[in-house]
């Protein structure tokens, strides 16, 4: 069984997926894929320094995420270009691992986290989405407490994703986790044993 594991930027996607992995389950995550593409010598870097220039590297080779990041979050348009680049060779990768698992570990539960699920079309993947929700005004306070960023910076962030409301409207299953993590585990269980999960 698969299920994709979403949310929003700071709703907890992360506390979630490591409650499912203490119960067995195998995780897939597409922030760490994202990374692994970035790493120096891979086809992927080789593309995007292509396409953003030399700037965006530190000096020794690897990638400034803070430069890239805070271009492409003034420059909305730029972001559309690094995902042509990036998306497709991620979106491969989850594939390639989802069916490998599946293939190797057929009893298991296999969860995908992937932060833009829903913004990539990724949902057919799965046989059910997991949404990881809090409101808006806490994922905001959250977001510049981790961050250290300013209110304008944390709502241009949210405003670069998939309103977390619409995302809890398409979702199969809600995990609130906006009343601590008591709460969000009591609601992984439920799931867990609902689906028969050992």
């Known amino acids: ?61 690897t990638l400034n995420r803070k430069k890239l990041g805070e271009h492409i979050f003034t420059h909305p348009e730029e972001r559309k270009a690094l995902e042509a680049i990036t998306h497709p060779a991620i979106r491969a990768e989850i594939r390639f691992r989802l069916e490998k698992y599946q293939q190797d570990f057929p009893n298991k539960l296999v969860v995908a986290d992937i932060p833009l699920l829903y913004e990539s079309g990724l949902e057919n993947l799965f046989e059910e989405v997991m949404v990881v929700y809090v409101p808006r005004e806490i994922q905001i306070q959250r977001l510049m407490q981790r961050d250290q960023i300013s209110m304008e910076q944390a709502e241009a962030r949210l405003r ?26 009591k609601q992984i269980e439920l799931f867990w044993q609902g689906k028969g999960l050992s």
């Open 1 to 61: 069984m698969n299920i994709g594991l979403t949310g929003g930027i700071a709703t907890g996607k992360s506390t979630v997926s490591s409650f499912l992995v203490n119960r067995g389950a195998l995780l897939i995550d597409a922030d760490a894929i994202a990374r692994e593409v970035m790493l120096p010598g891979h086809p992927v870097l080789e593309a995007v320094v292509g396409r953003f220039g030399q700037a965006i590297l530190q000096e020794d080779g």
């Open 160 to 185: 670069a994703q998939m309103d977390i409301e619409v995302k809890k409207q398409k979702a199969d299953i809600v995990i609130d986790n906006s009343h601590g993590l008591a709460e969000t585990e």
